[in-house]
């Protein structure tokens, strides 16, 4: 019996920092979300076309941006160049956990270009219903996150 506890408390204890971990990084990918939301722009010479952009882009573990890039064009050379300003508009980003390797340095996230509020609040899907579509995006792309 005093055997089974002493697993169960060492479990326990293997457990606990990476569950504490990985709250920290969803803290943080949250943070980057908010950022770039606050960072969002819909671009006058675009307003009849609608797209989503992929950008990826590069931290330093300042949370200095290191470089950008875009992975999915919209097929809309203003509203692929507003998804590049955003990024650069929402610097700097916050600074990432100390446990995260290299690798969770490097982010794509899309940006969805839609009448909707949140760019030049213009009429539209519901925010819910973007936001819900986004947030699965963000997390197909953040694996592990």
Do not use: Y
């Not at 300003?85 to 446990?99: C, G, H, M, V």
């Amino acid at each position: 019996m005093l055997r089974r506890i002493s697993l169960i408390a060492l479990l326990t204890t293997i457990a606990m920092p990476a569950f504490a971990q990985s709250e920290t990084i969803k803290e943080w990918h949250k943070e980057i979300i908010a950022r770039l939301d606050n960072s969002k722009r819909f671009p006058a010479a675009a307003s009849d076309h609608r797209g989503t952009a992929k950008v990826g882009f590069v931290l330093d573990r300042n949370g200095g941006l290191v470089s950008r890039w875009l992975e999915e064009s919209t097929g809309n050379r203003a509203l692929d160049e507003e998804s590049l300003a955003i990024i650069e508009r929402a610097q700097p980003f916050p600074i990432p956990p100390p446990n995260l390797n290299e690798d969770h340095l490097r982010l794509a996230i899309p940006f969805i270009f839609a009448n909707r509020p949140g760019f030049a609040n213009q009429p539209g899907p519901s925010w819910e219903q973007e936001e819900a579509r986004l947030r699965s995006k963000v997390n197909s792309i953040c694996r592990g996150c």
